[in-house]
């Protein structure tokens, strides 16, 4: 049974940072792409950031770019996403989620598996 697991969502200040991790099993996790999503109150699902296989390559969202960071560690199972500067609008339930190919990778809908979410606070 596949299960992703988020953790270390919270309650921070506007320009606090957050380390939300991701662990995953049930799969042979280093031949997955992993991606991160959110959903904030009353908007649609949003794409944030993801990552191939190895780690070589990652994608960010021009919304969190330079801002954010996913990571992943294959012997641990575990993505991660690095948050820093955190804005209001960063407030939302972060999910993980996994795909084979590295290709469409923002669209939601490809992605196989998902975990059950972390919520981001982020207070002005």
């Known amino acids: 049974q596949v299960q992703l697991v988020e953790s270390g969502g919270g309650l921070v200040q506007a320009g606090g940072s957050l380390r939300l991790s991701c662990s995953v099993s049930?799969?042979?996790?280093?031949?997955?792409?992993m991606g991160w999503f959110r959903r904030a109150p009353g908007k649609e699902r949003e794409f944030v950031a993801a990552?191939?296989?190895?780690?070589?390559?990652?994608y960010h969202a021009d919304s969190v770019k330079g801002r954010f960071t996913i990571s992943r560690n294959n012997a641990q199972n575990t993505v991660y996403l690095q948050m820093n500067s955190l804005k209001p609008e960063d407030t939302a339930v972060y999910y993980c989620?996994?795909?084979?190919?590295?290709?469409?990778?923002?669209?939601?809908?490809?992605?196989?598996?998902w975990g059950q979410g972390t919520q981001v606070t982020v207070s002005s």
């Open positions: 049930g799969l042979t996790f280093s031949t997955y792409v």
């Open positions: 990552i191939t296989w190895s780690g070589g390559s990652t």
């Open positions: 989620a996994t795909k084979k190919l590295w290709t469409d990778i923002v669209n939601s809908r490809d992605y196989a598996y």
